[in-house]
């Protein structure tokens, strides 16, 4: 691979004139960052919970306890499901713009190399 340098400064370009977002002040970040806050609260909340239902011998606020444990746990449910989401979505997003470049140079060398089997 003698072409190496030339061949990313050439994916550098194209990457450059797709225009794509900054990651920095996207919408991706937000949520990303959301769900990784989600995620902690949800914890947090659920800890709350146990700690009120074996703190007291009342039935109705061990049943509180319960629901609040639920809504915890909800809440770091989503929170993963948000930043799997969206911390996959930064992966696959210059995966796919690599990709249809690597293919986009693939077809330009067999092209070339079937012209000049002529």
């Given at each position: ?11 550098t370009k194209e990457v450059a004139q797709m ?17 990784a806050s989600l995620m902690g609260l949800g ?73 000049t089997d002529r």
């Open positions: 691979m003698p072409d190496n340098s030339q061949r990313i400064e050439e994916f225009n794509l977002p900054d990651n920095r002040s996207s919408r991706d970040r937000l949520f990303l960052i959301a769900g914890i947090v909340v659920t800890v709350l919970a146990y700690f009120i239902g074996h703190g007291t011998t009342n039935p109705l606020q061990q049943r509180d306890a319960i629901v609040i444990a639920l809504i915890g746990l909800t809440l770091a449910v989503v929170g993963a499901a948000l930043f799997v989401r969206y911390s996959l979505a930064q992966f696959l997003r210059f995966w796919l713009a690599r990709n249809s470049w690597e293919q986009t140079t693939q077809t330009d060398r067999l092209i070339d190399a079937l012209r």
